[in-house]
Every structure is written in structure tokens, then in C-alpha cells.
């Protein structure tokens, strides 16, 4: 049997107590019209007046049902927030837990093999950062894009971190999948992906000399591996960019700035159940979307962030800054495509 999600909607209410007065006055009508036939009045009195007092409790009924589902809608939203956040973590940890019969699941036995180089001018906006997001989830999905940026003192690396590969064939052995996705939203650690990510990073000479640093960017699950692997401090990181990720459990370190991007109407990145933080190391920014079907798709967001870009919009031009080069340098870099082997 099909079900159907039916919301308070006060006009149909009121409807609902307009017909039903109605068919109260029909009913005294017709008993006004029965006066010069008594016996068939008195039968017809008898069936009106229980059918007039169904219907009297009937238009109370949704009177109170009125007022009750206004007040529950009102409370709800706060009140659901406030009772799940911070759930999703256990949640996904019991999820993954039952799912370790799965093969090459959750074990941490990754592959990173180069496979490509990267020479351009280093990104200063959200758009340039968006755009390489786009570029290496159309070109190479399941793939991690690490560069560095030409300068002098401490080496500078900007680190990309795909989001998850939807093709079943090719997922098979493509660390950023479902299931990893799943072991992401339980924590850092956990995750196939976050394995590739490292292995990636590592394979780069991220960390190899004193003072190393790392901004890294993300989209959806790539965003949540991100944020991952600033918790556990493994790397020195500059900076974590999410785009659509589900990144609002992370308690990322203070020391960490961090720029959360996400569109009002994305629905996979509200899978975490909690709004992203607001603080003195975090900016979240909430975009306008019109179709909740398309709001995850990164050629959306890169979309908005030209529109951000363009606006003038300072908060995120100083988070950015925080994190990368004010002005434009030439980075090198490499394409690490990432597998599971275990």
C-alpha cells in the first residue's frame, strides 16, 4: 500500500469546516421541507440530529487539529535540530558496523598512483577552487589532485578531494564510495577515502619537511574527508574548503580556518544533520538554490561561486586569504589516482 506525506495546510482545514457547515444547513433544509409529512419527519429528525452532532464534533475536531498542527509546526524544525544534532555520527557508526561483511570495505588498504601532472597559476578565489573541484570530478572521478605552490619558506600544497563516484562498476574499487561515505559520517579515521586521501598526500611529500602545510578543498564526501583529516592533525593544514559536504559534527581544530559553502536546498549535504558552525575559525555560507534535484551537482556550485566572486563578498574573501596566496604564483602538481587493493 502507498502512503502519502500529507502537510498542515490551514486553508484545507478551514475548507474541510466550511463543507462541513454546509451539509449541516442542507441537512435542516431538508427537515424544514418534510413539515406536512409527520411520520417521515419524525424518522428523518431522528437520523439528522445524530448526523448534525457528528458533524458539530466534526467542525470542533478540526478546529483543535487546527491549532494543534500549527503549533507543531512552529516547534518541530528546532526542536528535531536540537534532538539530532550530533546523532549522525553514532548513527553511521552503527550503520558501517553492519556493513563490514561488504568486501574491501573499511579497511584501510588503499593504493595512490600517480598519474598526471598539473602546471597553472595558483587559485585566489572560490572560483578557481570550485572549478578544479569541477574539472577533476568530470575528468577523473575517484582521483585526488595535489599541488604546490611556488614560494619561499615553508612549502604550500592545495590538496583536491573528490566527491563520491556514483558509477557501480567503477566504484567497485574507488575508495570515495557509498559505503566509505558511510564510515566518513562516523568519524575521522574511519573511511577508505580518508586512507586514499593520505596515501595521496603522502605519495605528494606532503609532511616531508619541517613546516609542510596543507590547504585542503573537498566536494560532498571529498569536503567531509577533508575535515576528517584536519581533526586528527596527521597534517599541518592551513585551510579546509567544503563544498556541499556534511561537515557539520567535525569539531576541527580552532587553529584551523575553515569555509563552508552550501546550498539551501542541497539535501545530501544536510545528511549530517546538523547546521555547519558559525565561529571565529569557520564561515558558513548558505546560497540560494531553486531545485533541491540539481542542488548537490558541482556545476551548480560553480555557478555560485562565480556569483559570490563577482558580488564582493568580503567574509569569504578574507577566509580565503587566510588560506592561500593573495596574489597569483604558478604551482606544480600531480594526479594521484586512488584505489582500494585490500
Not at 234 to 262: A, D, H, R, T, Y
Request: net charge neutral; hydrophobic share 40%; proline share 5%.
Amino acid at each position: 500500500m502507498s502512503s502519502e506525506v500529507i502537510r498542515y495546510d490551514e486553508t484545507e482545514i478551514l475548507r474541510a469546516i466550511s463543507h462541513t457547515d454546509l451539509v449541516h444547513g442542507i441537512l435542516k433544509s431538508g427537515q424544514a421541507a418534510l413539515l406536512g409529512m409527520p411520520l417521515t419527519l419524525e424518522l428523518y429528525a431522528v437520523e439528522v440530529l445524530a448526523i448534525c452532532q457528528r458533524l458539530t464534533r466534526l467542525t470542533q475536531s478540526c478546529l483543535v487539529t487546527q491549532g494543534n498542527y500549527g503549533r507543531v509546526e512552529t516547534q518541530l524544525p528546532a526542536d528535531f535540530s536540537q534532538r539530532a544534532s550530533g546523532l549522525m555520527p553514532t548513527l553511521a557508526g552503527g550503520v558501517a558496523a553492519a556493513l563490514t561483511w561488504l568486501p574491501n570495505v573499511g579497511q584501510g588498504m588503499v593504493a595512490a598512483t600517480r598519474a598526471g601532472k598539473v602546471m597553472e597559476l595558483a587559485p585566489t578565489n572560490l572560483t578557481d577552487l570550485v572549478s578544479n573541484l569541477s574539472r577533476l570530478q568530470a575528468e577523473q572521478p575517484g582521483s585526488i589532485r595535489v599541488e604546490q605552490i611556488a614560494g619561499e619558506g615553508p612549502r604550500q600544497f592545495v590538496a583536491y578531494l573528490p566527491g563520491m563516484t556514483l558509477s557501480t562498476v567503477a566504484s567497485a574499487r574507488d575508495p570515495f564510495n557509498l559505503t566509505s561515505g558511510i564510515y566518513a559520517l562516523a568519524g575521522s579515521g574511519a573511511s577508505d577515502a580518508e586512507a586514499a586521501a593520505t596515501a595521496a598526500l603522502r605519495k605528494a611529500g606532503v609532511g616531508a619537511k619541517p613546516g609542510d602545510k596543507v590547504t585542503l578543498v573537498g566536494y560532498s564526501e571529498g569536503a567531509l574527508v577533508a575535515a576528517n583529516l584536519a581533526k586528527t592533525g596527521e597534517f599541518k593544514v592551513s585551510g579546509v574548503v567544503s563544498i556541499g559536504g556534511q561537515v557539520g559534527n567535525v569539531s576541527v581544530p580552532k587553529s584551523v580556518p575553515v569555509l563552508s559553502i552550501e546550498h539551501n536546498l542541497d539535501l545530501p549535504a544536510k545528511l549530517d544533520l546538523k547546521d555547519n558552525p558559525n565561529g571565529q575559525n569557520w564561515l558558513s555560507v548558505t546560497l540560494p538554490s531553486t531545485n533541491p534535484l540539481n542542488a548537490h551537482d558541482i556545476g551548480n556550485y560553480l555557478e555560485s561561486a562565480k556569483h559570490v566572486d563577482a558580488g564582493g563578498y568580503s567574509a569569504v574573501a578574507r577566509k580565503l586569504q587566510e588560506m592561500l596566496p593573495a596574489t597569483p604564483q604558478t604551482v606544480t602538481g600531480n594526479l594521484y589516482r586512488t584505489e582500494l587493493i585490500g
